[in-house]
């Protein structure tokens, strides 16, 4: 009986809303917060404008756009002081911790009967399975996550006489010959087989840059078969992980600086030809790798791997989502207008994708994109949605420039990657967690580091890691995540 | 105590007649062997902070991309360069970061030269109140969002006047200022009192000018510290129309991450050809401000 | 001398005294107006350190549970298990704010030790011209970001070919050490880092004071008979004293601030005993896996503030036994 007053008022409310908009004004504002994946004024964001109003007559988008690093800081300023967009981009762990505090509005529904959903060309189904929080989707991705894959430069194959490896042992047999046998060929033993940046990712999945060597060892919280949770850290399996990664390390075929490296300095590392293998994003990324070997002389040509014999697939992770505040007047009518239309199939994901025409490309002279206003020399590549991740086609019979506009090489990459990736899912945050992740992490890390550097052994690290408290900060957490089931 | 003996030590020269040079650093035989090591020291410092930059500049001029140390580049460019200044939109932020480094020195200058000076007067009443409310500031602060909401209801957000206005508070540099102030013999001011002087009239006929040293040192420090000027801009005025030089910079960084960056100049190029820029501006300003800093004035000579 | 005015001037009633000084009241408004409107008016916010407020909520107010959560403090009648948990995950804290003192104050002396030193030689330099581009040399160093420093110098001390420090140590026969990967080792750096970036700039302030000398000391010193040391000694020094101490006692009051100078150069071997306040801090909300909470780390600030403010006030008094006189 209360739900049905809720409701009925709750309905009166969003009537009423509805009317008095449309009596006051004739168009209908929407306003978006986005970050830096929406590209900004001095990279025809105003035109994007017009061309989104031009396609979505009788409403007014209005785009609040912070700066990309600083988005988080400004979103919550602006939601302190009551400034709620109707519509905003968020990263997969604010997405889930607002779902949870009631931040959203739950779409579950809208998007059950939403076109884009039943339009036959929607093939993200397992991704928005993904998303669910609770059994309620409360945001809505256009795109995967995207992922990485290992890469491995053809011409050291070749120096060192060997085909890409299918199999673990093969896998260190080539790393061996990459070190040992002078792949690059200046005659000195300056040559690593692998490099990353920091032997442990910082951010889920954790283990994208090792994978290889991680295999089906995960260090977070897993939920298992029955529903109950595990911290796949302390398991057995990230125990042979750890030390698949000390023997190689001892052996030589990892760089000793890997736990220092920045992203930037290990790319540089591989553009140098310090080393041979390096496991980075799919899609785009492979044209800057090579594009950028090349511009130091080298040969450019890249192997992507498939995953090892026994190797699980590669992790592709939790993409950010467009979600829809629960101060937004009219959700239906925002999601209807704004939403459900990113990936129409025709002009609006044509826009959302490319950009707006004679800005980001042009028909003139057959299909091609356009030189980028901001950098001299350099062209669009796409505007919010990366053609080779979007969720659904274009279309049949609309014209999808995705032959012209990508690159054999990533698209290679990409495909790939699609092939051979698993999803990583939502971790609910709870309260405990929030509490003894941070320190959780940071002594899970450094055993990693100390494991792997030869430091402490196995066992000595696990010992200063209970001592630190970790084992018991671990039970708690997954005791937290049972609790919610 | 001690301020009591420094200011007799003030007057005690005051009194003489001074002749000739001042300046007792000038040796009687430029190659005492003092100096000579002296030079020797300050060459090796030079060195030791030279190399790490050396790093960066040799990468920005450098078409490969050399993931150790090199002496000079691999393959000699200036593309890095040339790509960054082919920017159509590096213009803007180049004259907001020149407007507001000169408004906000001036404006920084003007109100810690003024408080310094409010607050050397000893004997005014509440003198320690003011100095004490100005210190609690460098202690507590309300933290970023309130600073933000207060901010927003003044419709400073996102306007030129946040980035200008805000740091040209700063109490560091207002109580060194002071500090410098307090050089100055009191018996200048009281003389410039007994002929009749306002105070405004003091300050400017007589703690400005002695303080020439000290101005142009303080004013260097505010002047770098809104050149540099990120985190202001990054929370309170992060429109892109309103972008300084940094904030430009730091974009330009962030997206030669992108793959999009071809053409002559590799991302890591960009980089560093970026780092290199940034400090551009102060070594070719600086020299010009170093004659402030050689100079010591001599009290007696201004006294008479 | 001016002890002497002000025995004199206190015998004034309070009222012609500031009748007296009423323009000096009138020019320190627009200081006063500025520090109103950006440091006052927000502090307000300091309220927030007794709330639990999360981006979209609206904050819920808890009293001292920040504090507890920070001090590892839970109810005498809580079970065994929730007071080793809050037990352990207190550890770091202190840790982190042992380090905090240890690693500013060390810091700020080295930093500070340096810069009058170099002040001082640079001073006594003939040549103006070898001193104008010493001076712009040293200064450079500060106008690289500490992410720039960080990467530069994860270059110089790395194990591999690229390590300069290491190259250097197999040249003459010894083994690569890993330095930022050991927390000894890495404190050292991190020392030799900081004193690599700041101590040039700092001499900017220490300069300026010895050019403000009155030449006529050193004079009455040459007539004196008094040679390079004994005028460093009785007019340098304690012409730089005033200075040295005030930069000492300004800088105590940021101690809690440091950040960015650890953080990038923090690494997963070494962050735990690495951490100061505010990146254990960062790290908590950072690997959390939840939406961080602004009111923990308002109380955290105020914490940091609190200490900060204790030093001060220690500082001040040092000053006034030592000098006559606090800072203010």
């Keep these: 009986m209360k739900k049905l007053i809720a409701l009925t008022l709750a309905l009166a409310m969003c009537l009423s809303l509805v009317s008095f908009s449309a009596f006051a004004d004739d168009t209908v504002k929407i306003t978006i917060l986005v970050d830096g994946t929406i590209p900004d004024q001095n990279n025809g964001r105003d035109a994007f404008e017009a061309r989104w109003e031009e396609l979505h007559p ?49 779409m579950t529904e809208a998007w059950e009967n939403s076109k884009t959903k039943n339009s036959g060309r929607f093939t993200g189904d397992n991704v928005f399975e993904g998303l669910k929080i609770d059994g309620k989707l409360y945001g809505f991705a256009p795109t995967r996550g995207n992922g990485c894959v290992t890469y491995v430069k053809k011409a050291w194959l070749d120096a060192v006489g060997m085909e890409a490896p299918k199999t673990f042992d093969d896998y260190i047999k080539m790393c061996e010959a990459f070190v040992n046998n002078d792949p690059d060929g200046n005659g000195q033993a300056d040559t690593y087989a692998i490099s990353a940046a920091g032997f442990i990712g910082n951010e889920a999945p954790f283990i994208n840059y090792l994978p290889e060597f991680y295999q089906d060892a995960y260090p977070y919280f897993v939920q298992q078969e029955d529903g109950t949770w595990i911290d796949g850290f302390l398991t057995d399996t990230m125990k042979a992980a750890l030390e698949r990664l000390r023997d190689a390390y001892a052996k030589g075929l990892i760089d000793p600086d890997t736990l220092t490296n920045s992203t930037a300095q290990a790319r540089t590392k591989f553009y140098d030809d310090k080393f041979g293998v390096f496991t980075y994003w799919a899609g785009t990324w492979a044209t800057n790798l090579k594009t950028n070997l090349e511009a130091n002389g080298r040969s450019g040509e890249l192997i992507a791997l498939p995953p090892l014999e026994g190797v699980p697939a590669y992790f592709d992770r939790v993409p950010p989502v467009w979600a829809i505040t629960n101060k937004c007047a009219n959700p239906q009518l925002v999601f209807d207008t704004f939403i459900d239309t990113m990936l129409d199939g025709g002009d609006c994901q044509m826009l959302f994708t490319y950009g707006p025409e004679n800005v980001y490309y042009s028909f003139e002279g057959g299909f091609h994109m ?34 012209e506009s990508v690159l054999p090489e990533a698209k290679a990459a990409s495909a790939l990657f699609n092939e051979n990736s698993r999803l990583a899912s939502i971790v609910p945050a709870t309260e405990v967690m929030g509490e003894y992740n941070g320190q959780l992490t940071t002594l899970k890390n450094e055993m990693v580091a100390n494991v792997i550097m030869g430091v402490k052994t196995y066992d000595q690290a696990l010992a200063d890691f209970q001592a630190a408290g970790g084992d018991i900060f671990s039970a708690a957490i997954v005791e937290s995540l049972n609790a919610l089931n | ?44 410092v030079c060195l ?108 400073l957000v996102n306007t030129i006047w946040v980035v200008i206005l805000m740091p040209a508070i700063n109490v560091y540099n207002l109580v060194l200022m002071r500090n410098f102030f307090e050089g100055i013999p009191a018996s200048l001011f009281e003389s410039a009192n007994l002929d009749g002087c306002t105070p405004w009239q003091t300050f400017y006929k007589i703690a400005l000018p002695l303080s020439k040293a000290a101005l142009a040192s303080i004013g260097l420090m505010f002047a770098v510290a809104y050149w540099n000027d990120y985190t202001n801009y990054r929370l309170y005025a992060s429109d892109r129309n309103l972008y300084n030089l940094q904030m430009k910079l730091r974009d330009m960084i962030a997206s030669s991450d992108q793959p999009s960056a071809v053409g002559g100049a590799t991302e890591n190029t960009i980089k560093n050809a970026v780092i290199i820029t940034a400090i551009l501006p102060f070594m070719i300003l600086y020299p010009f401000l170093q004659k402030y800093f050689v100079k010591g004035i001599n009290i007696g000579a201004v006294k008479e | 001398m001016q002890k002497q005015a002000k025995v004199i001037n206190n015998k004034k009633p309070l009222g012609p005294r ?59 009648d809580a079970s065994e298990a929730t007071k080793m948990l809050a037990a352990r995950k207190s550890q770091p804290f202190w840790l982190a704010f042992q380090n905090t003192i240890v690693f500013s104050v060390i810091k700020l002396l080295l930093n500070t030790g340096f810069a009058v030193i170099i002040s001082i030689f640079l001073n006594e330099m003939i040549s103006t011209k070898f001193k104008k581009v ?56 991190y020392y030799i880092i900081n004193v690599w970036r700041e101590t040039g700039w700092q001499t900017i302030i220490f300069m300026a004071t010895l050019t403000s000398i009155d030449p006529g000391l050193y004079e009455a010193a040459a007539m004196d008979g008094a040679g390079r040391w004994k005028k460093m000694q009785y007019v340098t020094f304690p012409a730089l004293g005033n200075t040295i101490i005030t930069v000492l006692i300004l800088n105590l009051a940021k101690i809690m601030n440091l950040f960015e100078s650890v953080f990038v150069l923090q690494n997963d071997a070494v962050r735990n005993a690495t951490n100061v306040l505010q990146t254990l801090v960062y790290y908590e909300a950072f690997n959390s896996g939840a939406v961080p909470d602004l009111g923990y780390s308002v109380a955290i600030g105020l914490f940091r503030s609190i200490v900060g403010l204790v030093l001060m006030l220690i500082c001040n008094y040092a000053s006034k036994k030592v000098r006559g006189r606090g800072i203010m």
């Design chain 3, 134 to 189: 010493t001076q712009t040399i040293i200064y450079l160093p500060h106008f690289m970001s500490w992410v720039v420093t960080a990467s530069v110098f994860t270059l110089l001390l790395a194990v591999g070919q690229s390590g300069l420090v290491n190259n250097l140590r197999r040249s003459v026969g010894l083994e690569a050490v890993n330095f930022l990967a050991e927390p000894g080792q890495w404190k050292i750096w």
């Design chain 2, 1 to 44: 105590m001690a301020k009591q003996k420094k200011i007799e030590q003030y007057i005690t020269p005051a009194g003489k007649v001074v002749s000739g040079p001042p300046h007792l650093n000038a040796p009687k035989s430029p190659y005492e062997p003092f100096h000579f090591v002296n030079g020797i020291i300050f060459i090796l």
């Design chain 1, 58 to 106: 009788g409403f007014d988008l209005e785009i609040w756009q912070p700066d990309h690093s600083a988005y988080y800081t400004d979103m919550q300023q602006r939601m302190v002081s009551g400034n709620y967009p109707d519509v905003l981009i968020l990263s997969s762990t604010y997405y889930a911790d607002f779902a949870r505090n009631g931040v959203l509005w739950d």
């Design chain 2, 48 to 155: 030791i902070i030279l190399v790490p930059i050396w790093k960066i500049l040799v990468d920005s001029l450098d078409l490969t991309t050399g993931s150790g140390m090199r002496l000079f580049p691999a393959k000699f460019g200036f593309d890095g360069y040339v790509s960054i200044f082919s920017d159509k939109s590096l213009l803007q932020p180049l004259g907001i970061s020149f407007l507001t480094t000169i408004s906000g020195t001036f404006l920084g200058l003007l109100l810690s030269t003024i408080g310094a000076y409010v607050l050397i007067q000893w004997d005014m009443p509440g003198r320690t109140l003011l100095g004490n409310i100005l210190m609690f500031t460098m202690i507590f602060s309300g933290g970023t969002i309130p600073t933000y909401i207060v901010l927003n209801n003044l419709h």
């Design chain 1, 370 to 403: 356009l030189e980028n206003l901001e950098k001299a020399g350099t062209n669009y590549t796409k505007f919010h949605i990366d053609p080779m991740l979007a969720l659904a086609s274009f279309a049949e019979g609309y014209y999808d420039p995705k032959e």
């Design chain 3, 18 to 76: 500031i009748r007296k000084y009423w323009q000096f009241y009138l020019l320190f408004i627009p200081v006063l107006a500025f520090v109103i409107i950006f440091h006052y008016l927000p502090m307000y916010g300091i309220v927030y350190g007794f709330t639990e407020y999360k981006v979209g909520m609206t904050p819920k107010f808890v009293g001292l549970d920040q504090f507890r959560k920070l001090f590892g403090i839970v109810a005498s």
